[in-house]
C-alpha cells in the first residue's frame, strides 16, 4: 500500500475513533443530564437558559474542543522535537519548553491578560517567548559538536525546566490572593472552555504550528541520516532546525496559553503511533493530529468523572500515564550509556 493510501487509511480510522469518542463525552460528566436532553440541546430544542443546554453547549462541546486541539498540538510538537533531535525520549515538558512556555504566560497573567482576542494574542506571544527561549536553551546546553545525545538532551531539559520552575514560583509569590488561585489551577493543567475569540486565536497558533511542522516532514525523514547526509540531498539543516523549532514551540505555546502546562502527550501519542505506522513523519504528523486528539480527550473525560461531582486535572492523568511510561522507554529501549 503506497503511503498516501496508508495515510488516508489510518485518517479515517482515528478521525472515527475522534468522532466517537467527542460524542461519547457530551453524554457524560458530573451534572445528571439524560442523554435525550443532550439531543435537544444540540439540535436547539432546549430552552436558552436551561440546565441542559448551558451544560452541553457552553462547557461540555467547547471543551471537548479545546481537548482534541490541544492533544494534537502536543503530540505533533513531540513528533517534531523528537525527529530534529534524533531523540526518541524529546517532549515539550521532557525538554522544559512547556515550563518556559508556562513562564512567559505567568507574566502576561501578572500583567493583567485575559480572555479578549488582542489579550489571548499577547498572552500567546508570551507563551511563544518562552517556549523559544527555553528551547534555545537546552539546545545551546545539550549541543556537543553535531550530536545530541540522550543524556545530555534529557539533563539539559531537566535543569532548564528547574530554572523556569523556579522563576514561576518567585511571580506568583508576588501575586495577590484573588488572582492566585487561578494560577495554580491554570498550573496544573486543565481544559475548561474558553471563550470563542480566544478560541479562535487557539486554533489559529496550532495551526499556524501545525503547518510548519506538516510541510517539512519529507525534511525531517531526511534529516534521520544525519546533518551531512540530508545537505548533500539538498535539505538546508540550518532553516529546517529554525522552522521545526518556531512550529513546535507554536504548538506547544498554544496549549500551554489556553489549557496550562500538560505534560507527556508529546511521548506517549508519537510512540504509540510509530508501532503502527513506523518513523515516516509524513504519515506521523498527521496521524498525530488526531491521535494526540483522542488520547487527551479520553483523559479529560476521566478527570471529569473518575471523583465526579470533584473534578481531577488532566495534567495530573497525562502525568500519571506518561512518568511510567518515560522510565519504561528510558530502562528498556533508549537506555543511555551512563
Not at 436558552?48 to 482534541?68: F, K, N, Y
Not at 502576561?108 to 498572552?123: K, Y
Not at 504509540?272 to 515516516?280: I, W, Y
Request: charged share 10%.
Amino acid at each position: 500500500m503506497s503511503p498516501a493510501k496508508r495515510l488516508v487509511l489510518v485518517l479515517a480510522v482515528l478521525t472515527a475513533a475522534l468522532i466517537v469518542i467527542a460524542a461519547s463525552a457530551l453524554f457524560v460528566g458530573s451534572a445528571a443530564i439524560s442523554p435525550r436532553a443532550v439531543l435537544n440541546a444540540l439540535a436547539g430544542r432546549a430552552a436558552p437558559e436551561s440546565v441542559e443546554r448551558v451544560v452541553t453547549l457552553s462547557i461540555r462541546l467547547p471543551r471537548i474542543v479545546v481537548a482534541a486541539l490541544a492533544g494534537g498540538a502536543l503530540a505533533v510538537a513531540g513528533v517534531a522535537f523528537q525527529a530534529l533531535t534524533r531523540n526518541p525520549l524529546a517532549e515539550p515538558s521532557v525538554l522544559g519548553v512547556t515550563s518556559g512556555a508556562a513562564f512567559g504566560v505567568v507574566i502576561g497573567q501578572s500583567v493583567g491578560l485575559g480572555w479578549t482576542f488582542l489579550e489571548a494574542a499577547g498572552l500567546t506571544a508570551f507563551a511563544f517567548a518562552g517556549a523559544l527561549l527555553a528551547a534555545g536553551l537546552v539546545y545551546l546546553i545539550a549541543a556537543i559538536g553535531r550530536e545530541l545525545s540522550i543524556q545530555t538532551l534529557l539533563l539539559a531539559g531537566v535543569i532548564v525546566g528547574i530554572f523556569f520552575s523556579a522563576a514561576i514560583t518567585v511571580i506568583i509569590s508576588f501575586l495577590d490572593l484573588n488572582r492566585l488561585g487561578g494560577v495554580i489551577h491554570w498550573l496544573l493543567g486543565n481544559l475548561a472552555p474558553i471563550p470563542p475569540r480566544a478560541l479562535g486565536v487557539f486554533a489559529l497558533c496550532a495551526g499556524a504550528g501545525f503547518w510548519l511542522v506538516a510541510r517539512h516532514a519529507r525534511e525531517l525523514n531526511l534529516m534521520a541520516l544525519g546533518e551531512e547526509t540530508a545537505l548533500l540531498l539538498g535539505v538546508g539543516a540550518a532553516r529546517l532546525k529554525l522552522a521545526i523549532f518556531v512550529g513546535a514551540a507554536l504548538l506547544t505555546a498554544s496549549v500551554v496559553a489556553f489549557a496550562g502546562p500538560i505534560g507527556f502527550v508529546g511521548l506517549i501519542v508519537p510512540h504509540a503511533l510509530r508501532m503502527l505506522l513506523g518513523s515516516d513523519n509524513r504519515l506521523l504528523v498527521p496521524a498525530s493530529l488526531v491521535g494526540g486528539g483522542i488520547f487527551l480527550l479520553l483523559a479529560d473525560t476521566l478527570a471529569r468523572n473518575v471523583v465526579a461531582p470533584a473534578e481531577l486535572s488532566v495534567g495530573v492523568i497525562t502525568a500519571l500515564c506518561g512518568a511510567p511510561f518515560f522510565v519504561y522507554l528510558l530502562r528498556t529501549r533508549y537506555r543511555p550509556n551512563l
